[in-house]
């Protein structure tokens, strides 16, 4: 679904608004909202989002880590945990991906970790919501356009080596529990990606985001096309 936005103030506002209800709905229903959730620039949309809401039965999972410890610098984990923990209403769960000496042993064990919580505490199976950004080359998470395999199958994390975009070792959700997810979008405003948003609305098969169903594709209509 493309959803057409007048620039990002309005697209923070229209996702937050569908967010939040849906947000809302899974913790009346189950308790508990997962939320399935990449680094970069998405992260302060969130932020924003989450400002004035009680947050207190949110569990926040990374999409993907850098194989970096949790206070390095390029940490996604440190990234999310200082932007939305700065907002008094964000009162979540932020589960880390811990270090680990080799990426593929970082991958199982937060992959077990993952489930561990939301099977074992949440009684959960696949993620609430997945919100994702968008890179200029059309990667989601740390899944990269020539990079295949992109699924992970019961593994659910995939160790990534030789990324293109450093650092090169990364760890990410599989593209199969993505397309599991109950709710999930992406959302661009940067006219850098306009070349992104049009694979994306042409539904090019280079890219992994062309091979999730169901998706929201919350964009900026000031964005030129190419």
Known sequence: MLISCSSKLDLTARLGEDLLSHARECIRETGSFVLLLSGGSIVDVVAQIVKH????????????ERHV??????????????SLLQEEGFGGKILAADYADSVDEMAR????????????????TVFDAAILGVGEDGHIASLFPGHEPWESGTNMFIP????????????SIGIDHIKMA??????IWDEKKRGAL???????PSIPI???DGLRVYYSSSIPSV
């Open 53 to 64: 809401e009680q947050c207190e039965k949110w569990h926040v999972i990374l999409a993907d």
């Open 69 to 82: 410890p949790c206070s390095h610098a390029d940490s996604n984990y440190k990234l999310i945990k200082e």
């Open 109 to 124: 064990h937060y992959a077990k970790k993952v489930i561990g919580v939301m099977r074992g505490k949440l009684n959960k």
């Open 160 to 171: 990534v080596k030789g990324s293109p975009k450093p650092p090169p070792c990364r760890i």
């Open 182 to 187: 109950k709710w999930k979008c992406v959302a």
């Open 198 to 204: 049009e694979k994306i609305k042409n539904k090019d």
């Open 210 to 212: 062309s091979h999730v």
